[in-house]
């Protein structure tokens, strides 16, 4: 499909991309305020973190923006990737250490209805963020939009780990459980990366794509 998009159709998808990042840097940095805000009040490392994994969906979001008001979006395709690549390794280095930390010193934060609402808000929202590029980065066959779309999904990921751990250690005392469903994210998070770095995200637009038209061409085949 995507070798066959018309130009208006292009111009279409780019503008589409261009919207889709920016409602997810401007969510993304109220969600990040409001976050670290209330992991202060909570001493909730696992808020916190939340906060400031906000912001490294919003560097990643940003790249995807930087990128397609280029005139020539695909020629930045390489270095956007190396960018999301490494928002994804600090996104994993972040979530894997605080969680251990919160792991090692049995840190136990306090109940937070704030935080409960922003990352219950964040599961419901996020998805369909993560939907909508992924669909248009692929029309287009764009691997930056698949890999930023990744991102947006690990923050979802990320938002119901924490929304978990919030309500089970209101309800339960259960204070492990969103440092251990973070370092699971966090391994997730390593292998997207380097998917990312290598580019492979593009097999799974451009490769899978082209594949499709030639069989439907092709049916013998």
């Not at 919003?58 to 690549?85: G, H, N």
């Not at 390593?190 to 593009?202: F, I, K, Q, S």
Request: with cysteine; net charge negative; charged share 15%.
């Amino acid at each position: 499909m995507s070798a066959v998009v018309s130009s208006a159709r292009r111009e279409t998808l780019h503008r589409r991309i261009r919207l889709i990042v920016a409602i997810t840097i401007g969510y993304n940095l109220i969600e990040a305020v409001i976050a670290i805000a209330a992991g202060s009040v909570a001493s909730s490392a696992a808020l916190i973190g939340f906060g400031l994994d906000s912001t490294i969906e919003v560097l990643s979001a940003a790249a995807v923006a930087w990128q397609f008001t280029r005139r020539d979006p695909e020629r930045w395709e390489k270095p956007t990737l190396r960018v999301i690549a490494v928002a994804f390794f600090a996104l994993a280095i972040y979530v894997a250490a605080t969680s251990v930390l919160s792991l090692v010193t049995a840190q136990r934060p306090e109940h937070s209805t704030v935080g409960i609402v922003l990352t219950a808000i964040s599961v419901a929202v996020m998805p369909f963020l993560s939907f909508a590029e992924r669909l248009a980065g692929r029309e287009i066959g764009s691997a930056t939009a698949v890999a930023d779309s990744k991102q947006t999904l690990i923050c979802t990921y990320l938002s119901a780990a924490v929304l978990i751990g919030l309500v089970v250690n209101s309800l339960f005392g259960w204070w492990w459980a969103d440092a251990v469903a973070g370092l699971v994210i966090a391994a997730f998070a390593v292998r997207e990366g380097l998917e990312a770095w290598r580019g492979d995200t593009c097999a799974t637009s451009v490769g899978m794509l082209l594949e499709e038209g030639d069989h439907h061409e092709h049916p013998e085949r």
